[in-house]
């Protein structure tokens, strides 16, 4: 993470961050031939960039085929299994309190919905703090400990910039969610 007192790139559209309640689906495969099926649906908030999916922004940016639908990938905004204490941490690394999990300091933006697992593949970015901005510099996937915005970036590269004061209050609502989901469960 960077933390610069300069205002971000000069003259940039500010994006704008919510968050909306979202479902993926997972499909399994077992048995003899893989041909058992059953599908798992995952209830998560969701990042919105200007009112869209960050999953659809990064799918666009991607290339990824439309016909495959959305990537399953995305944030760790669930309230089961272990993935509180991951949104707490994460939230964390997005304020810019925790370092990124990644080296470089990158910070994870949408994981595996399975696993919760980098190595499986995520959408990762550097965390730039300004004293009125937040950058969401060099969008990309990356699946290995090193990124190189030139091979896991997108052909053009991504940044997403936010005003500071409602990308903190979104963060902090956010937070202060999962620490409760958190405290409850223990």
Same mark, same amino acid.
């Given at each position: 993470?960077? =933390? ?25 495969? $077992? ?6 099926? $059953?599908?798992?649906? *995952? /209830?998560?908030? @969701?990042?919105?960039?200007?009112? /869209? $999916? &960050? ?10 085929? %439309? ?6 990938? *995305? ?5 089961? @299994?272990?993935?509180? %204490?991951?949104?707490? $941490? ?11 999990? !990644? ?26 703090? *300004? @004293? =009125?901005?937040? %950058?969401? #510099?060099? /969008?990309?996937?990356?699946? %290995?400990? @090193? ?25 902090? #609502?956010? &937070?202060?969610?999962?620490?409760? !989901? ?5």
């Amino acid at each position: 993470m960077s =933390d610069r007192t300069s205002r971000g790139m000069p003259g940039a559209t500010m994006n704008v961050l919510e968050t909306a309640p979202a479902i993926t689906q997972i499909t399994h495969y $077992s048995g003899w031939f893989r041909l058992k099926e $059953s599908v798992e649906e *995952h /209830v998560f908030q @969701d990042w919105l960039v200007d009112g /869209v $999916s &960050l999953r659809q922004v990064v799918a666009q940016r991607s290339g990824w085929p %439309e016909d495959a639908g959305l990537p399953s990938d *995305h944030p760790p905004f669930r309230s089961d @299994d272990f993935w509180p %204490e991951l949104a707490v $941490s994460s939230l964390r690394s997005l304020l810019g309190e925790l370092p990124g999990e !990644l080296p470089g300091g990158r910070v994870v933006l949408l994981r595996c919905p399975v696993c919760a697992d980098v190595s499986c593949g995520a959408v990762t970015a550097e965390l730039v703090l *300004h @004293d =009125d901005v937040v %950058e969401w #510099r060099d /969008v990309g996937w990356q699946s %290995e400990d @090193d990124f190189d915005v030139s091979s896991d970036g997108f052909p053009t590269p991504l940044t997403l910039q936010f005003s500071r004061l409602p990308y903190v209050n979104l963060l902090r #609502r956010l &937070l202060n969610e999962y620490t409760t !989901l958190v405290n409850t469960v223990q």
